[in-house]
């Protein structure tokens, strides 16, 4: 089945220490994006990536890096620099004819 | 600046009752209206995908339109149940494979 698989679902960081979130898609799709949902809150961009090496910033990109060596991956990378990491975490796609945007089931980081 | 906006932000009805959310948004120029489905701890789950040249889009019990002049778009559920218990949340893509701007969405409860 095609899809977007998101790992790991649940994260425990300590401060100060980097954490990797694995993307990864098997649709096809060359656009590929990484939004933060915090409670009572909409969904803020953190990077999105239109072709493989190359993406851009998003609302809130301080303190987050990616990579886009593969069309299918798009890992991010919470660094030590995100003052409030603790969030969850969702990546998602877009392609096709439409541009339908769909998401993995998301990762949720807690920081102790 | 895109800004999207959702009322109410929260809805409880019987089962049985057909209901309307409702998302507003600022900029007219859009190319993709999606409507998604949060269920608590998840990912978001496409419902209606309507793109700018479409007026509605319908899914089973589902029905979402679109007036992109007056910057709004509904989306009518029809015989609610109480699995249709969840968030709702609609956003907007100014071109294809950009970034999608999100409303804070309506959570939605659905009473037996």
């Known amino acids: 089945d095609g899809g977007i698989t998101q790992s790991p679902k649940y994260l425990f960081r300590k401060e100060g220490q980097n954490v990797t979130l694995s993307c990864e898609q098997n649709?096809?799709?060359?656009?590929m994006y990484w939004y933060r949902q915090d409670p009572g809150q909409g969904l803020r961009l953190i990077y999105y990536s239109q072709i493989v090496n190359d993406f851009q910033k998003g609302d809130i990109a301080e303190g987050y890096s990616v990579s886009r060596e593969k069309k299918e991956s798009f890992p991010l990378t919470v660094t030590s620099a995100q003052k409030n990491p603790t969030a969850f975490y969702l990546c998602?796609?877009?392609?096709?004819?439409?541009?339908?945007?769909?998401f993995g089931e998301g990762s949720r980081l807690t920081v102790l | 600046k895109q800004e999207v906006t959702q009322i109410p932000a929260a809805l409880s009805v019987p089962e049985g009752e057909n209901l309307v959310l409702n998302c507003s948004f600022t900029d007219s120029a859009i190319y993709n209206l999606q409507w998604f489905r949060q269920d608590p701890g998840k990912g978001l789950t496409s419902l209606l995908l309507?793109?700018?040249?479409?007026r509605e889009q319908t899914s089973g019990r589902l029905n979402a339109s679109l007036d992109k002049s007056s910057g709004r778009s509904t989306l009518y559920i029809a015989a609610s149940q109480p699995g249709d218990s969840a968030t709702y949340l609609c956003?907007?893509?100014?071109?294809?494979?950009?970034?999608?701007?999100f409303g804070p969405g309506t959570r939605l409860s659905v009473l037996p």
């Open positions: 309507i793109q700018s040249s479409q």
């Open positions: 649709l096809n799709h060359d656009a």
């Open positions: 998602a796609s877009t392609g096709g004819d439409t541009g339908e945007l769909f």
């Open positions: 956003a907007v893509s100014p071109d294809y494979g950009q970034n999608f701007v």
